[in-house]
């Protein structure tokens, strides 16, 4: 079985690298793709670059060039939910595009012919998720991811996602991911950490818990890989 973990941005998956140890590397299409083996998992790594576009790339480079059968993403997001505060983990439980609208023609936000509003996670993997929370002594929060291609920095628009589409956490990748895995009928996973609160002060606590928060993401993700393995 061979496992893809994707995040999008460099510190995403840099504690991945490091935890992993020995990897190979391939370039491909503008990522770098890392092979390895972990807790006798095969892997493939990458981060994709920020966005829906780039995102969706990656996965499906993962899925059908590297033969990734599983995909789980592990990454920073922002919290709707004011339940969640910096360094919380979020597990989505299905994701949506906040972003996308053709309301115009009398479709709800988030929906084009031939799609979904939203698209749920393997119940699988989530379920090994909250047992890794357990025996980690976490606590995580299951709920609604929303995907856009646009950093949020506004209690306007982030409360207006939050009503929309009843999300609890919003980011820019998780979305396109899912629509590339459940179009390939791979299952995956979503997991974020949480950097900010997608208000006025929002980029400020970005670059503050970028680093702390992709890293107990990364420290999650690698213990689900070890369950994984079992
Ligand atoms: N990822 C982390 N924080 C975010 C935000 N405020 N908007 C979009 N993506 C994010």
Not at 36 to 45: D, K, R, S, T
Not at 124 to 150: F, P
Not at 183 to 190: E, G, R, S
């Amino acid at each position: 079985m061979k496992i893809a973990i994707m995040g999008a941005m460099p510190e995403e998956i840099e504690p991945i690298l490091k935890k992993v140890g020995q990897y190979t590397s391939q370039e491909y299409a503008g990522n770098t793709y890392y092979e390895a083996q972990y807790a006798g998992v095969e892997l493939v790594i990458a981060y994709s670059k920020i966005g829906k576009v780039f995102s969706a790339l990656t996965a499906s480079t993962m899925i059908q060039k590297f033969g990734a059968q599983q995909l789980l993403f592990s990454g920073v997001a922002g919290g709707i939910n004011p339940k969640l505060k910096v360094g919380d983990i979020v597990v989505a439980t299905k994701l949506c595009q906040h972003d996308l609208d053709i309301t115009a023609f009398g479709h709800p936000y988030g929906f084009v012919p031939g799609g979904a509003v939203y698209i749920e996670t393997d119940k699988r993997l989530c379920n090994i998720a909250l047992s890794v929370a357990n025996s980690m002594n976490k606590k995580v929060l299951e709920g609604v991811i929303a995907t856009g291609d646009q950093f949020v920095a506004n209690e306007e628009r982030k409360n207006w996602i939050g009503t929309t589409f009843e999300a609890d956490a919003l980011e820019m990748e998780g979305g396109s991911v899912a629509v590339v895995c459940n179009a390939l009928d791979i299952p995956f996973f979503i997991l974020r950490a949480i950097s900010d609160a997608a208000d006025m002060d929002a980029s400020f606590s970005f670059d503050a818990f970028l680093e702390s928060s992709a890293e107990e993401s990364a420290e999650f993700i690698m213990k689900m890989v070890e369950e994984l393995g079992r």
